[in-house]
Antibody, heavy 122, light 110 residues
Framework: EVQLVQSGAEVKKPGESLKISCKGS????????IGWVRQMPGKGLEWMGI????????RYSPSFRGQVTISADKSITTAYVQWSSLEASDTAIYYC???????????????WGQGTLLTVSS | QSALTQPASVSGSPGQSITISCTGT?????????VSWYQQHPGKAPKLMIY???KRPSGVSNRFSGSKSGNTASLTISGLQAEDEADYYC??????????FGTGTEVTVL
């Protein structure tokens, strides 16, 4: 069974750093892109970026480039997103999701993590 | 990379059909047949309902269907049921392993 299990909720202060995780199981982790999606309180889904754990090829949404760093450790089948200096506006739920393929074409996000709630407040 | 445009809300009575539109550009929806739709109930993670414009994953009711014309994709829910009340998001491939979501639509069953 494919599963993406994310790390637990976090409460941080502005200026602090943070790394949240997404552990994949039940499939060949190295061979599927993992994307990250932000959902701010009461708002919609925003695509942040994506990583291919096999070679760490990473792509970012222009809105998030330079704001976060996406990484992965294929040896422990885990993807990450990290912040070096949090702001109150980073308060949101963050989801990871697996990108699946039709042949060689990337098509959709078929499995999602349960979400990690991040609260940034002084 | 602007969000795809969806109506903020759509409502219908049980048994009726509703359609949610998702408007993009010739760089995303208009160029690729990689439009997907996600259902999100409050406090839950999104769930894939439609992929590649009109395909249904195993286990998704055939009351859900998708289509595309030009730069606009659509999700139709027929035989509306109380359990369909949720937020719905479209998503399109933009090329170079890059994606964009829609603004989201709240579906209310009257």
């Amino acid at each position: 069974e494919v599963q993406l299990v994310q790390s637990g909720a976090e409460v941080k202060k502005p200026g602090e750093s943070l790394k949240i995780s997404c552990k994949g199981s039940g499939y060949s982790f190295s061979n599927y892109w993992i994307g990250w999606v932000r959902q701010m309180p009461g708002k919609g889904l925003e695509w942040m970026g994506i990583i291919y754990p096999g070679d760490s090829d990473t792509r970012y949404s222009p809105s998030f480039r330079g704001q976060v760093t996406i990484s992965a450790d294929k040896s422990i089948t885990t993807a990450y997103v990290q912040w070096s200096s949090l702001e109150a506006s980073d308060t949101a739920i963050y989801y990871c999701a697996r990108l699946t393929y039709s042949g060689t074409n990337p098509t959709n996000f078929d499995y999602w993590g349960q979400g990690t709630l991040l609260t940034v407040s002084s | 990379q602007s969000a795809l445009t969806q109506p903020a809300s759509v409502s219908g009575s049980p048994g009726q059909s509703i359609t949610i539109s998702c408007t993009g550009t010739s760089s995303d929806i208009g160029r690729y047949n990689f439009v997907s739709w996600y259902q999100q109930h409050p406090g839950k993670a999104p769930k894939l309902m439609i992929y590649e414009v009109s395909k249904r994953p195993s286990g998704v009711s055939n009351r859900f269907s998708g289509s595309k014309s030009g730069n606009t994709a659509s999700l139709t829910i027929s035989g509306l049921q109380a359990e369909d009340e949720a937020d719905y998001y479209c998503c399109s491939y933009e090329g170079s392993i890059s994606y964009v979501f829609g603004t989201g639509t709240e579906v209310t069953v009257l």
